[in-house]
């Protein structure tokens, strides 16, 4: 209700003076007419709401001008930004060619490391390890998903291609790293296990006798030979054809002066007709390291080595080792 009264008495004042007015007296002060201007209420109420607005709007006019200031430093950033953005979407088509690039080197690596595992397994197979070869990885070429640009592709589609491409070739590179890792693994545990296993000549020399049937020098039987015949001088030194552990090291009926290896991984090798013994049983060696000097005990017809290798105690032919 106060409302409404306080307007009803505006109302009533206005209408008290309508028909009155303002009279402005310009005295000088000097002798001279003195001027008067009469002034009806109503303009004197237009002049005073005038005055009002002017001052509102001379108040409102420095922060209006500081918020003006700030859009202005507004669109300065986002003019940067956009700049910037155009910079970025002039690299996509370039992106998406380098994309293509890592695809063919991704092709070149998964390729190297099949072939990489596939001479691992030949070399593992050959030296009758096929238990401790890997399956291996047949090499597939990846190909980054298929589309067709063309001029009417906006900078959108050519970026989210490129996200696409990024995303194939992120995993891809993942799963050639697990085939790297997995490689690497093996090969590992393949220079190791290659310290124990028989590899090298114990003695470098002309073979005499080889491995399998034949007649045997002094009796004159069909027997079969386990192992094979190196010519070599008296005294010339014998070297073990891998590390490992000493299990014999005396004389041995036939064999004479022998030295026997148990190399771990199913190898043991034997040398023998040794003129003399420089370990003991019990006793660990490196490869290549001299194990006797040969010479002619036990039953042969003159200085030589004989040479065995026993995978999962069976013989073999030893030329399958003599890698070295």
């Avoid at 109420?45 to 006019?61: E, G, M, P, Q, T």
Wanted: with cysteine; net charge positive.
């Amino acid at each position: 209700m106060e409302p409404m009264r306080i307007w009803q008495k505006i109302i009533a004042y206005i209408k008290k003076k309508r028909g009155k007015g303002y009279t402005v007296m310009v005295v000088p002060n000097f002798q001279g007419t003195t001027k008067s201007l009469s002034i009806p209420f109503f303009l004197t109420i237009f002049c005073l709401c005038l005055l009002a607005a002017d001052v509102y709007f001379l108040c409102r006019y420095p922060g209006r001008l500081l918020k003006i200031s700030h859009l202005e430093q507004k669109i300065d950033q986002l003019s940067d930004i956009i700049a910037r953005q155009e910079r970025d979407l002039k690299q996509i088509n370039p992106s998406i060619e380098k994309t293509h690039e890592m695809e063919e080197r991704l092709n070149n690596t998964n390729k190297l490391i099949a072939e990489i595992r596939e001479t691992l397994n030949s070399i593992l197979h050959k030296a009758g390890q096929s238990r401790s070869a890997n399956r291996g990885y047949t090499y597939r070429p990846i190909s980054l998903p298929s589309y067709n640009l063309s001029s009417a592709d906006n900078d959108l589609t050519r970026l989210e291609i490129l996200n696409t491409n990024l995303d194939f070739v992120e995993k891809e590179l993942e799963k050639s790293e697990e085939r790297l890792d997995k490689l690497s693994a093996d090969l590992r545990a393949f220079n190791k296990e290659l310290d124990y296993t028989p590899t090298i000549w114990p003695v470098y020399g002309r073979i005499t006798s080889g491995f399998g049937y034949r007649i045997h020098p002094i009796s004159r039987k069909h027997d079969f030979h386990r192992g094979i015949d190196i010519a070599a001088r008296k005294g010339t030194p014998i070297r073990a054809a891998a590390g490992g552990r000493i299990v014999r090291a005396n004389f041995y009926g036939g064999y004479g002066w022998t030295v026997i290896i148990d190399h771990g991984y199913g190898y043991r090798t034997l040398y023998a007709h040794n003129r003399n013994l420089v370990v003991r049983q019990g006793q660990w060696v490196s490869k290549g390291q001299v194990v006797a000097y040969s010479g002619d005990s036990g039953n042969t017809t003159g200085p030589h080595l004989h040479y065995e290798v026993h995978v999962n105690g069976k013989p073999v032919n030893p030329t399958t080792y003599l890698w070295q």
